[in-house]
C-alpha cells in the first residue's frame, strides 16, 4: 500500500479539464511544500511535470498545473490531449521516514 | 541532454545476485545525488535507496537495507545497485533517478529501468 492515496483511474475527454488528487498527511503533503507529479507513458521513463506543489519545470506545457489544499496535493490538466494518456504519480517529502520521499500508487488518466 | 541508461536486469532464483548499473551522460554526473527506484509489476513507485554526489551518505529503504548496495564512480559516471539474497517481492522494474538540484525533493530526470525478475 502507498503512502499517498491516488484515485486508480480518471478520465476526460479531449478539450476538457481533468484534476488528479494526492492525499496524504500532515507529516508529509499537508506539511511541506515538496509535491512533485511524475507522467509515466507504458514502457517509458518517468518525466517530472510539476515540482514543488505548482512549479513547472521548462519545457512542460501550461496546461499542467498543481495546487495543494490540507493534505490533499491535485494535478490539473486543463485542454485535454490524447497525448496525456498515461499514468501519473504523485511524490511529497516525508518526515517519517529515512528516505524522506513518498510516492503515491499512481493514476491512470485516459483520454476518450 | 541529459541520458540515463541502465542495464543488468534479468531473471534471477531466490537466493541469488545481480548487479545493476546506470550509465549517466549530458550533465556532470559528479555533481548530482543519484537514487534507484523501483516499481512492481502493476504496482507504485518505491525509492530503494540513494547515495550523495560524492558517495559519503547512502541509505537504503528499510526492505532492501543488509541486502542492495548502492555504489558510483564518478570517473565512469556510473550509478550500480548489488542487489543480494534477492527474493521474489524484489521483482520490479529498476529506475536510475537524478535527485533534482534546482528543485527541492524532486527526482528531474529518470532512466528507462532495467526490469529484474526473481523466480525459480
Known amino acids: 500500500q502507498s503512502a499517498l492515496t491516488q484515485p486508480a483511474s480518471v478520465s476526460g475527454s479531449p478539450g476538457q479539464s481533468i484534476t488528479i488528487s494526492c492525499t496524504g498527511t500532515?507529516?508529509?503533503?499537508?506539511?511541506?511544500?515538496?509535491v512533485s507529479w511524475y507522467q509515466q507513458h507504458p514502457g517509458k521513463a518517468p518525466k517530472l511535470m510539476i515540482y514543488?506543489?505548482?512549479n513547472r519545470p521548462s519545457g512542460v506545457s501550461n496546461r499542467f498545473s498543481g495546487s495543494k489544499s490540507g493534505n490533499t496535493a491535485s494535478l490539473t490538466i486543463s485542454g485535454l490531449q490524447a497525448e496525456d494518456e498515461a499514468d501519473y504519480y504523485c511524490s511529497s517529502y516525508t518526515s517519517s521516514s529515512t528516505l524522506n520521499v513518498v510516492f503515491g500508487g499512481g493514476t491512470k488518466l485516459t483520454v476518450l | 541532454q541529459v541520458q540515463l541508461v541502465e542495464s543488468g536486469g534479468g531473471l534471477v532464483k531466490p537466493g541469488g545476485s545481480l548487479r545493476l548499473s546506470c550509465a549517466a551522460s549530458?550533465?556532470?554526473?559528479?555533481?548530482?545525488?543519484m537514487s534507484w527506484i523501483r516499481q512492481a509489476p502493476g504496482k507504485g513507485l518505491e525509492w530503494v535507496s540513494y547515495i550523495s554526489s560524492s558517495g559519503s551518505t547512502i541509505y537504503y529503504a528499510d526492505s532492501v537495507k543488509g541486502r542492495f548496495t548502492i555504489s558510483r564512480d564518478n570517473a565512469k559516471n556510473s550509478l550500480y545497485l548489488q542487489m543480494n539474497s534477492l527474493r521474489a517481492e524484489d521483482t520490479a522494474v529498476y529506475y536510475c533517478a537524478r535527485w533534482a538540484i534546482v528543485a527541492t525533493c524532486t527526482f528531474d530526470y529518470w532512466g528507462q529501468g532495467t526490469l529484474v525478475t526473481v523466480s525459480s
Open positions: 500532515s507529516s508529509d503533503v499537508g506539511g511541506y511544500n515538496y
Open positions: 549530458g550533465f556532470t554526473f559528479s555533481d548530482y545525488y
Open positions: 514543488e506543489v505548482s
